[in-house]
C-alpha cells in the first residue's frame, strides 16, 4: 500500500518527524552517498555509517527510523510455539490467523460496545484481552557497529518485547514511553529479526476512563555510532531571561543564559578531542550564533559530559500568543568527522508562580487558561495521530485556551511538539495513583517496582519542552488521607528535583484541611493544587500561608451537544441524583443532559461560577476545565447505554457545545456573538434563550424582525449574569436574531432560523493536520440541511458513506454519549443535525470523493482535493 513511502523511510536519516510520502530528490542523493559509503567502507575494511564521497568523511549521526507500517496483529490466543520458534510459519502470519495493522493502533476501539465488558461503562464498555504484535526488518553488516535500540513512546498496558525469541523486558504502565538495546540478539548478515510484542489489557477494570488496548503511540528503530549523544541524559534550558521594557513591540524581547548538559555514550574509536559546535537558528532558519566547545575524548566504556554556559541577546519570546521557536543544533565531531549530531526545538520564555498574584509570563501577569485532556482520539480510540491531535489544540486554541493539563499521565511526545509549536503552557502529570488503587486492576499493583522509573523516564523525556511549566506527581492521590502520603510525596518531588530544577512540582488535591492532607504535609511540593472545591478558594491562603495555588481541576459540567430542557432559572441541577439508573430513566430515557450551562456533576459547578471563582481571585494562577474534550468512560451521570464522557466543552466528535462560546467571549480576542438554542420549537412554546458576546455593550434581540428589547450583561435581569444574557420567548416559527452594539453602533450579527425537514447535507472540510504524511487525515464535518439551505438541529438521519479514490474511510462520529454503533460502521446516523466523517489521504497529494446517501436526503458526492 505505501511502498514508495516504505522505500523512503528506510533510506531517509530521520532528525525530526515523520517522512512525506514523495520520494524527494535529495533522497536519491543521500541513496547515492550511502551506496559510495558502503563501497568505500569495503574498501577500507571500516562499518561506516556514511561517508562524504568529496571529503571522504565519515557520519555516525544518530538515525531515527519511524517503524510503524506493516506489522502483523491477533489479538486472543496464539500459537506461541510458530509464533516464537518457526520462522517459516510467521513468515506468512496470516495463516496463524494475524492481520495487517499500521501503528499506532488500538485494538478496542472497533468495539462492540457491550454492557457485558468488564471494562465497564466507565472504561467505555469496550473489550479489552491480550494482543499480539509481530514484525520483521532485516539489518545489513553496515550496522553491525551501531548501537540499535527499538524505542516505543507507549503502549497500553503490560507489554512484553521479545526479538529473535529473547525477552527484551516488560513495561506495565501503559502511558510511558521505553527503549530497549537490541544488539546482543541482531541478526547482521540479511536474515530476518522477528520482534514479538505481547499487550495484556485483559485485567479489567484497570483505569477509571477508556485507554484503549496495543501498541497506541509510534515505534522507532533508532541507530547510533559508536559514540554517541545520550538525548535523555542531556537536556539544555534557559535561564534568567531578562525582559526589557519594550511594550511597543508586537512581539517580546529578552535575553536569556542556555545552559547545556552534554551527555555522550559510547566508545570513542580514538582519544582525539571532540569538537562540539552548537548552532542556533531563528524561526526563519537564519543562524543566530554558534559556539565550539571541546571536550577530550574518554576511552571505550566511559560517560563524556560537558556543561556549558551561552549567554543569549536579543531573543524573541516564546508566549502562547506568540509560540516562537528558534533551533537548536549539537555536532558532535572528532577530526572532521561527525561523531553525532541533534536538533532540538527550543523557546525562551520566563516564567513564575506568586503567592499573591498568580502567574508571570515574561514579565506579564497571565491567568492560566487550560483544560484537561486524556489521550482520547474520537474514531482513533487513543492511537495517537497528529492530525486529530492537532485538530484538538487548534479547536482549543481558537477558544483561547491557553493551557492543557495531561489527565492523568505522561502524553504522547508528539503532543508536546505540538504544545510548544502551536503555543500552549502544560501541566505535564504522572499518576492518577500510587499504591492506594483507585480501580481493581490499576497501576497502585505495580507502583511499588516501577514508579521511580517510570517517573524518571517521564522526566528525562520530557523536560526539553518549553511548553511544561509544571510537574504533577499525581491527580487526587488516596495517601492524601494516609501518613504514607508523606513520604511518598517526599520522594516523588526529590525524584523530579534530581532531573529538573527548573519547574515547580504539584499535586492535585482535593482536601483543603492542612492537617488532614498529608499530601500537603509533607512541605515538599512548591505549588498547591486544589481540584474543585471553589468555595473553599478563600481559606486556601490563610490554611497554606506564603503558598501558590492553582485550580488544578475544575466545572464537571456535564452537557449533550444540541440538547436544550428548559431548566428552572437560577437553578444549578447536580447530578447524579438518587440511583444512577432511577435518575436516567426517570427524565428523558435518551441519555442526554441538557446543553444551557446548567448541570454538573455534584462534586462540581457550572463552567461560569467555576470561571468565575478563579476570574476573581489573583492569587489563583489559573484553572484546568474538566475537560476540553469529551471522552470514552467515565459517562457520568449515566449506566450503559452511555459509554462517554458529559464533560467536554466539546464532544467526542470534535463538534463544539454552547458552553465553547462563553469561553471564546471569555478567554480569547475574537469577537463572540453566539445564539442559544436552535430555533424549531412548538407553537407557543416558552423558550430559554441565551446569548454570548464580548466586544460590544449591548445587544437586541428580535424575533421575525421584533424587538424583544435591548440588553446588556449584568443588567440585574432575573437569569443573566456577567457572562451572558437571557430572554424566555414565546415560540414564533421563523428567525430569531441579535445584534451586537458598540457605543450604539452595529458590529455584529448572529441569527437562527426554523428548519424544516432534512433534504441534503452540507460538508466543511478541515484539512489543517493534513501535512502529507503517512497516517494524516482529513475531517469533514456534515450537517443535515432543509431545502432553504437552514441547519436541520433536531431531525437525524441514518447515513450511509463510501469513499472512491486515494484515501480511506477511518470512522464517523456524531459526539453522542450513547450511541453504540461501532465508528467504523459505513452507516451512521447524525446526532442534533451533525456527525464528523475522518478520512485518511494514501498520497501525499490526491483527491478523493466522499458518497453521502440517506433516507429523504439529496444524494451527495463530495470531492476533496488534498495536498500541496
Ligand atoms: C475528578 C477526577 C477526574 C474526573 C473528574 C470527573 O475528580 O480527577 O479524573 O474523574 O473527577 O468529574
Same mark, same amino acid.
Request: proline share 4%.
Given at each position: ?29 543521500? /541513496?547515492?552517498? &550511502? *551506496? ?175 485507554? #484503549? ?8 528503530? /533508532? ?112 577530526? #572532521? ?20 498574584? #498568580? ?45 492543557? &493539563? ?24 504522572? +499518576? ?8 481493581? +486492576? ?17 522526566? %528525562? ?19 492524601? +488521607? ?50 474543585? %472545591? ?115 466543552? /466539546? ?5 463544539? %457545545? ?101 433534504? &441534503? ?22 450537517? *443535515? ?13 441514518? *447515513? ?69
Amino acid at each position: 500500500m505505501f511502498s514508495r513511502l516504505q522505500i523512503d523511510m528506510h533510506l531517509k536519516k530521520v532528525l525530526y518527524g515523520r517522512q512525506r510520502f514523495t520520494l524527494q530528490s535529495w533522497h536519491s542523493r543521500s /541513496i547515492c552517498l &550511502r *551506496l559510495l559509503a558502503i563501497l568505500l567502507s569495503g574498501i577500507i575494511g571500516l562499518h561506516l555509517s556514511s561517508c562524504d564521497a568529496v571529503t571522504g568523511k565519515v557520519d555516525y549521526s544518530t538515525e531515527k527510523v519511524l517503524l510503524d507500517s506493516n506489522w502483523a496483529f491477533h489479538v486472543g490466543a496464539v500459537d506461541s510455539l510458530k509464533l516464537f520458534n518457526d520462522t517459516s510459519a510467521m513468515d506468512k502470519p496470516e495463516n496463524l490467523g494475524f492481520q495487517q495493522v499500521d501503528l499506532p493502533h488500538d485494538w478496542s476501539i472497533t468495539g462492540p460496545f457491550d454492557k457485558g465488558n468488564p471494562a465497564g461503562n466507565q472504561g467505555g464498555a469496550l473489550p479489552g484481552g491480550i494482543g499480539w504484535y509481530f514484525k520483521s526488518f532485516t539489518l545489513t553488516e553496515n550496522d553491525s557497529l551501531k548501537n540499535i535500540c527499538i524505542a516505543f513512546d507507549g503502549i497500553y498496558r503490560k507489554s512484553k518485547v521479545w526479538l529473535n525469541g529473547h525477552l527484551l523486558g516488560e513495561r506495565p504502565n501503559g502511558f510511558i514511553s521505553f527503549e530497549y538495546t537490541l544488539n546482543p540478539y541482531l541478526n547482521f548478515d540479511g536474515r530476518q529479526n522477528r520482534l514479538i510484542v505481547r499487550v495484556d489489557n485483559s485485567e479489567q477494570p484497570n483505569s477509571r476512563w477508556y485507554c #484503549g488496548s496495543g501498541i497506541n503511540r509510534d515505534v522507532w528503530l /533508532i541507530k547510533r555510532g559508536p559514540l554517541y549523544i545520550n538525548q535523555s541524559e542531556s537536556y539544555f534550558y534557559s535561564s534568567t531571561v531578562s525582559i526589557p521594557n519594550n511594550r511597543q513591540r508586537e512581539y517580546a524581547q529578552g535575553s536569556a543564559t542556555l545552559h547545556q548538559h552534554l551527555v555522550l555514550n559510547g566508545a570513542s574509536a580514538t582519544v582525539k578531542p571532540l569538537e562540539i559546535k552548537l548552532t542556533l537558528w531563528d524561526a526563519l532558519q537564519h543562524k543566530v550564533g554558534e559556539k565550539v566547545e571541546r571536550l577530550s575524548a574518554q576511552n571505550s566504556g566511559v560517560i563524556n559530559t560537558l556543561d556549558a554556559e551561552w549567554p543569549l541577546n536579543n531573543l524573541r519570546l516564546w508566549s502562547p500568543a506568540q509560540p516562537y521557536l528558534y533551533t537548536l543544533q549539537i555536532e558532535v565531531t572528532q577530526e #572532521g568527522n561527525m561523531v553525532d549530531r541533534y536538533r532540538q526545538k527550543i523557546g525562551f520564555r520566563h516564567f513564575r508562580f506568586d503567592s499573591q498574584n #498568580g502567574f508571570y509570563l515574561n514579565g506579564e501577569s497571565t491567568k492560566i487558561k487550560g483544560v484537561c485532556l486524556h489521550s482520547d482520539f474520537g474514531v482513533l480510540g487513543t492511537a495517537y495521530n497528529y492530525s486529530a491531535m492537532h485538530r484538538q489544540l487548534k479547536l482549543l486554541k481558537e477558544m483561547g485556551c491557553n493551557a492543557i &493539563r495531561t489527565a492523568h499521565n505522561p502524553p504522547a511526545p508528539g503532543m508536546l511538539d505540538l504544545c510548544d509549536s502551536m503555543g500552549f503552557l502544560v501541566m505535564d502529570e504522572a +499518576f492518577d495513583m500510587w499504591e492506594k488503587k483507585k480501580t481493581k +486492576f490499576d497501576y497502585s499493583r505495580d507502583f511499588k517496582a516501577w514508579h521511580r522509573k517510570d517517573l524518571e523516564d517521564q522526566i %528525562k523525556r520530557d523536560r526539553r519542552h518549553t511548553s511544561i511549566i509544571c510537574w504533577s506527581i499525581g491527580n487526587e492521590i488516596r495517601e492524601q +488521607f494516609d501518613t504514607s502520603g508523606i513520604r511518598l510525596t517526599r520522594e516523588l518531588v526529590a525524584l523530579v528535583k534530581a532531573l529538573d530544577t527548573t519547574r515547580p512540582v504539584l499535586s492535585a488535591m482535593t482536601e483543603t484541611h492542612p492537617d488532614k492532607n498529608n499530601i500537603a504535609k509533607s512541605g515538599a511540593l512548591d505549588l498547591m493544587g486544589f481540584n474543585y %472545591k471553589i468555595d473553599q478558594y478563600d481559606s486556601l491562603p490563610i490554611n497554606f500561608p506564603n503558598s501558590c495555588f492553582i485550580a488544578s481541576e475544575t466545572v464537571s459540567a456535564l452537557e449533550t451537544r444540541g440538547v436544550y430542557k428548559n431548566e428552572p432559572k437560577d437553578t444549578i441541577v447536580y447530578m447524579p441524583v438518587g440511583s444512577q439508573q432511577k435518575f436516567a430513566n426517570n427524565t428523558n430515557g435518551d441519555w442526554t443532559v441538557s446543553a444551557y450551562d446548567k448541570v454538573a456533576a455534584y462534586w462540581g459547578t457550572t463552567h461560569e461560577n467555576a470561571w468565575r471563582a478563579v476570574k476573581n481571585r489573583p492569587f489563583i494562577a489559573g484553572t484546568f476545565v474538566w475537560t476540553g474534550i469529551d471522552y470514552l468512560g467515565e459517562p457520568v451521570p449515566f449506566p450503559f447505554p452511555a459509554r462517554s464522557s458529559y464533560y467536554g466543552i /466539546i464532544d467526542q466528535a470534535g463538534l463544539v %457545545k454552547d458552553v465553547y462560546y462563553f469561553y471564546q467571549s471569555e478567554w480569547s480576542d475574537s469577537a463572540v456573538l453566539h445564539l442559544l438554542p436552535h430555533w424549531n420549537w412548538g407553537k407557543g412554546q416558552h423558550v430559554d434563550v441565551w446569548c454570548y458576546y464580548n466586544q460590544a455593550d449591548m445587544v437586541e434581540l428580535f424575533l421575525n424582525g421584533k424587538s424583544l428589547g435591548k440588553r446588556h450583561k449584568a443588567d440585574g435581569q432575573k437569569g443573566d449574569n456577567e457572562f451572558h444574557v437571557s430572554w424566555q420567548v414565546p415560540f414564533l416559527l421563523g428567525t430569531l436574531k441579535v445584534v451586537a452594539y458598540q457605543k450604539g453602533k452595529a458590529v455584529k450579527t448572529t441569527e437562527v432560523k426554523t428548519a424544516s425537514a432534512p433534504s &441534503r447535507v452540507k460538508v466543511d472540510v478541515d484539512l489543517s493536520g493534513f501535512r502529507g504524511v503517512s497516517g494524516d487525515l482529513c475531517y469533514l464535518t456534515l450537517q *443535515l440541511e432543509d431545502e432553504q439551505g437552514n441547519s436541520v438541529p433536531d431531525n437525524d438521519r441514518l *447515513l450511509q458513506f463510501d469513499i472512491n479514490g486515494q484515501a480511506k474511510l477511518v470512522g464517523i462520529n456524531n459526539g453522542y454519549q450513547a450511541e453504540l454503533r461501532s465508528f467504523q460502521s459505513e452507516q451512521y446516523p447524525t446526532w442534533k443535525g451533525k456527525c464528523v466523517v475522518v478520512v485518511r489521504p494514501e498520497t501525499a497529494k490526491g483527491s478523493f470523493t466522499l458518497n453521502v446517501k440517506g433516507q429523504g436526503i439529496s444524494t451527495g458526492a463530495f470531492k476533496v482535493n488534498f495536498g500541496k
